[in-house]
């Protein structure tokens, strides 16, 4: 599995998915992020949907188990 990570605001973030359309907004193209990706997956809490207009950092991509 290959995991897409990006830094946001001096933060690692793991972008989980992308989306053209949500349901709570007009706006166009979303990125959703998880703030605590190094946790095991039953614990990942803090998620959160950043349009896609946002300007990260730096990108990395990691191949993963």
């Excluded at 995991?3 to 907004?25: E, I, L, N, P, Q």
Aim: charged share 25%; net charge positive; with cysteine.
């Amino acid at each position: 599995m290959t995991y897409t990570v990006a830094r946001m605001d001096g933060r690692w973030v793991h972008v989980v998915r992308f989306a053209r359309t949500v349901a709570f907004s007009t706006e166009q193209n979303w990125f959703m992020v998880c703030f605590d990706w190094e946790q095991p997956n039953r614990r990942r809490s803090q998620f959160r949907w950043v349009p896609a207009s946002t300007r990260f950092d730096a990108v990395r991509e990691f191949v993963g188990v």
